[in-house]
């Protein structure tokens, strides 16, 4: 198992080089200007001189050196020398700057991990808390109503995409309820709000619900799908009849033995969307104005801000890959039918 | 001695025959039966045949602008009222849904025929198996959606200059949605290829000397032709998803030519005026998309041999 991991991991480095590779060539090779977005007013030759300072005229390779350098070395130090205060001697290196801003890129993307985490992170829980117990609900009782309307909710979650769900809950609980009734809730993710006593709390509760809620369908409609189907394959193994024969209570059949068992194929699906959900808070963050990676990701990309764009896509990048390996791994370790050696 | 038995008919017992049957019939019988599946079919048959023939039968332009007739709500002139500069929204909706249906089969087809043909090389020689499905494993690894936006942020001027607006809008989504969406039918395919490849007809086709070119046509691709079928229903949905949250995010066809994706984004604005127009284009999106899911499942199930007959 530990020869595997270390195999997967040695492996992951040339993927995640190709992968910023493709993602660099693709970013470079459009014919996206970097001083497009300057005023007109700036004459060519200065123009000229900025575009030098960003380094937008060197050869591409040489460029990409550059990114590689700045996101996989200097990046990482400087965070370092941030957490321990150690000196390792970042302090005339130039780190990735944004072209918009011209502040870190890093920096930018720290500024905004947390909301998107936060957002995103409470409902892949709530998603899976809720999806869980219907699809092992569902595949007990096969074909019984539950069963039924379990299997539409997790199609119509499939089929209606966030930015329509999104809408829709705004409608109703924003535009329609009255500001002043109980269930109305704010459309705008205020990210700025603290949490410092009851009201605030309960403010953060109920601006979180429709973010979270739309996000959680989707994550319980796959999920649940899921669940049922494992738990339909261990139903009617072998070794629950013979635990039904011998006497063991249902509950303790159901629970104990075909739900540890079903659960091993649904924790790798539950390691592997972690990074598809971050893709899909793009859109849901957009829809409640969350100013979260996603959000960061749609400015760059308007602003032609090629360092943010890059630097962005490849964390995703990463996230994938990472989560794949946990994946491989989990199932390694839960399953004691698999070897990878 | 044996006497020849008497010509006379003796009363056969009447065995009506069934007409040969091919096994589409028992396809399309499963398939009919499945409800949900059925049903799925019917409503997307509707939507399709209203997006395509129904702007012969309604004659107001998608484009008109009738700006005293702003921000209608329902009425019996406007079936689904008319938006903020009083165009009417159930033409934008029928022509937005044949852009929306154009992107999403014409993507499907290229990821289908992109998945096929690299599932089939990597399964069929052994040679390109490795190459090739290191180059899926690393497709799946990409970011899909960021690298969607940076792909049609950037390239949507260059082909906007060589084939206008419309037309290089859509060959840029089409390709984009169709070269980021093959691998799982790729990998299907390839599966099914591998065990193809064991069966004795296959050993049988290859002793008598079938070059490997109609191998692959006549025996191999017949035989995946179902989770080509299965992964072309489901790729639709998803290729449709994937145009309308292009849109959505601002980042797909111009504003003056509508889809359900940007009609969609174009009445978030108008929330607080008009809440029921967002509606429309979500609903129909929504539809198409489950009735699309829907069949998918049912065509699942029909070809599956297994299932069918039961």
Avoid: C
């Avoid at chain 1, 072209?99 to 500024?111: E, F, H, K, N």
């Avoid at chain 1, 659960?263 to 899909?280: K, R």
């Avoid at chain 2, 029921?276 to 049912?298: C, E, F, H, K």
């Avoid at chain 2, 070809?303 to 039961?310: C, S």
């Amino acid at each position: 198992m530990f020869t595997f991991t270390l195999r997967r991991l040695i492996l992951t480095i040339p993927t995640l080089l190709f992968i910023s590779f493709v993602i660099f060539m693709i970013v470079k090779l459009s014919p996206s200007d970097p001083t497009g977005n300057l005023p007109l007013t700036i004459p060519p030759e200065v123009r000229e001189q900025i575009r030098e300072a960003l380094g937008a005229n060197d050869t591409l390779l040489v460029q990409y050196g550059r990114w590689l350098e700045q996101f996989f070395w200097i990046e990482p130090r400087v965070y370092l020398e941030r957490t321990f205060g150690w000196d390792l001697g970042t302090e005339g290196e130039i780190r990735l700057l944004s072209y918009q801003t011209r502040s870190p890129v890093m920096d930018l993307i720290m500024q905004r991990m947390p909301q998107t985490l936060w957002v995103v992170g409470v409902a892949y829980l709530v998603g899976i808390a809720i999806a869980l117990p219907i699809g092992v609900i569902s595949a007990y009782r096969q074909y019984s109503v539950f069963d039924q309307v379990g299997t539409f909710v997790s199609m119509v979650g499939f089929s209606v995409p966030p930015f329509f769900s999104g809408v829709v809950v705004i409608v109703i609980f924003s535009v329609l309820i009255s500001t002043d009734s109980v269930f109305w809730l704010p459309s705008v993710y205020d990210t700025t709000h603290q949490v410092t006593d009851w009201e605030s709390f309960k403010y953060q509760f109920r601006q979180m619900i429709m973010p979270v809620m739309v996000l959680a369908l989707q994550i319980t409609a796959q999920i649940s799908r899921f669940t049922r189907a494992s738990m339909l394959d261990n139903l009617n193994q072998d070794y629950v009849r013979t635990a039904r024969a011998k006497g063991v209570r249902e509950r303790t059949v159901v629970l104990l033995h075909v739900l540890r068992n079903s659960m091993i194929p649904v924790v790798t699906v539950i390691a592997l969307g972690i990074p598809s959900i971050f893709g899909g808070a793009i859109i849901t963050e957009q829809v409640f104005k969350v100013n979260g990676l996603g959000q960061l990701l749609i400015i760059a990309i308007q602003g032609g801000d090629v360092p943010t764009v890059q630097t962005l896509t490849f964390i995703f990048a990463i996230l994938i890959v990472l989560f794949n390996l946990i994946a491989d791994v989990l199932y390694g370790i839960l399953d004691p039918r698999i070897r990878y050696d | 001695m044996t006497e020849p038995v008497p010509a006379t008919p003796i009363a056969e017992p009447v065995e009506i025959r069934k007409p040969a049957r091919s096994q589409w019939w028992d396809v399309w019988d499963q398939f009919r039966s499945h409800t949900g599946a059925f049903w799925g079919m019917v409503v997307f048959l509707i939507i399709v045949l209203a997006v395509l023939f129904g702007p012969f039968l309604w004659h107001i332009d998608p484009t008109y602008i009738d700006i005293r007739a702003r921000n209608q709500g329902p009425s019996l002139a406007h079936p689904m009222g008319t938006d903020q500069l009083g165009r009417d929204t159930f033409a934008r909706m029928m022509s937005g849904g044949r852009v929306s249906l154009a992107v999403g089969m014409t993507a499907m087809l290229l990821a289908l025929v992109l998945g096929t043909l690299i599932g089939v090389l990597a399964g069929y020689f052994k040679r390109l198996d490795g190459p090739l499905m290191r180059l899926t494993d690393l497709f799946l690894a990409l970011p899909l959606l960021p690298l969607l936006l940076v792909i049609i942020m950037l390239f949507r001027e260059v082909l906007s200059a060589r084939f206008g607006p419309e037309g290089g809008i859509f060959i840029l989504m089409v390709s984009a949605i169709g070269i980021t969406s093959w691998m799982q039918t790729a990998r299907i395919v390839r599966g099914d290829v591998l065990a193809l490849k064991e069966r004795e007809f296959v050993l049988a086709a290859r002793s008598i000397g079938t070059p490997n070119r109609r191998m692959v046509t006549r025996h191999v691709l017949p035989n995946v032709l179902s989770p080509i079928m299965v992964s072309a229903t489901l790729g639709i949905a998803t290729a449709i998803i994937t145009e309308s949250s292009l849109s959505f995010l601002g980042l797909g066809f111009p504003p003056d030519f509508p889809t359900w994706g940007r009609l969609l984004f174009d009445s978030v604005d108008y929330l607080q005026q008009s809440p029921a127009r967002v509606i429309w284009p979500g609903m129909a999106i929504s539809m198409t998309v489950l009735a699309v899911n829907y069949m998918g499942d049912g065509l699942r199930d029909a070809l599956d041999p297994r299932i069918r007959g039961r």
